[in-house]
């Protein structure tokens, strides 16, 4: 749901005089377009496969040799797990967990009507392949109509939904330099 949020997040940032946002980036994000909640639940499924099987592959891979791969694992587990282990901690029973479970994938397969209302620069970073936030069904023409600036990127290594957590250095670095670009060019034709 982190699309779903920042989207929700930066609508009302923006109603705030006393904040200055100046970009939104989305990576691999979900809740751009509607889709059936069991549809979405079986990619989340698929995806978590994936993620095991990447892993295991790049163990031993020079792509991957300047990453301690059991760190970064360890490291994305520390902030996924403890959020799972919360909601079960909160939930009366497993049914009620459940329950919880499902009503966050249909918040997640619900399109969020406020992208109209985003007035910044708005940045999408994703994998062609990537098979939970399903980039060919994006239709990015009718998103984020009010920003100034949008772009989207589309990888073709990128076919892991998170796979943004393992290379959070390298992700941010690049987000950086791109809002100061847009940034830049927004004050150029002003």
């Given at each position: 749901?982190?699309?779903i949020?920042?989207?929700?997040?930066v609508?009302?940032?923006?109603?705030?005089?006393?904040?200055?946002?100046e970009?939104?980036?989305?990576?691999?994000?979900?809740?751009l377009?509607?889709r059936?909640?069991?549809?979405?639940?079986?990619?989340?499924?698929?995806?978590?496969?994936?993620?095991?099987?990447?892993v295991?592959?790049?163990?031993?891979s020079?792509?991957w040799?300047?990453?301690?791969i059991?760190?970064?694992?360890?490291?994305?587990?520390q902030?996924?797990?403890p959020?799972?282990?919360?909601?079960?901690k909160?939930?009366t029973?497993?049914i009620?967990y459940?329950?919880?479970?499902?009503?966050?994938?249909?918040?997640?397969s619900?399109k969020?009507?406020?992208?109209?209302?985003?007035?910044i620069?708005?940045?999408i970073i994703?994998?062609?392949?990537?098979i939970?936030?399903?980039?060919?069904?994006?239709d990015v023409e009718?998103?984020?109509?009010?920003?100034?600036?949008f772009?989207?990127f589309?990888?073709?290594?990128w076919?892991?939904h998170?796979?943004a957590?393992?290379?959070?250095?390298?992700?941010?670095?690049?987000?950086f330099?791109?809002?100061k670009?847009?940034?830049?060019?927004?004050?150029?034709?002003?």
């Amino acid at each position: 749901m982190g699309a779903i949020k920042a989207i929700d997040l930066v609508s009302l940032l923006q109603k705030d005089s006393q904040v200055r946002t100046e970009a939104l980036f989305l990576l691999d994000p979900v809740g751009l377009y509607d889709r059936h909640g069991f549809i979405l639940a079986k990619r989340f499924l698929q995806n978590a496969f994936l993620v095991k099987k990447e892993v295991e592959k790049q163990k031993d891979s020079k792509n991957w040799s300047s990453i301690k791969i059991k760190e970064k694992i360890d490291e994305v587990n520390q902030d996924f797990l403890p959020g799972i282990l919360d909601g079960m901690k909160k939930a009366t029973g497993p049914i009620d967990y459940l329950r919880r479970l499902l009503g966050e994938i249909k918040e997640m397969s619900v399109k969020n009507l406020k992208d109209k209302e985003i007035r910044i620069p708005v940045f999408i970073i994703q994998g062609k392949r990537e098979i939970v936030s399903e980039p060919e069904k994006t239709d990015v023409e009718k998103l984020f109509k009010q920003s100034p600036y949008f772009k989207r990127f589309l990888g073709d290594e990128w076919g892991i939904h998170g796979l943004a957590l393992f290379r959070q250095k390298q992700i941010t670095t690049i987000c950086f330099y791109l809002a100061k670009r847009a940034l830049r060019e927004l004050a150029k034709s002003s």
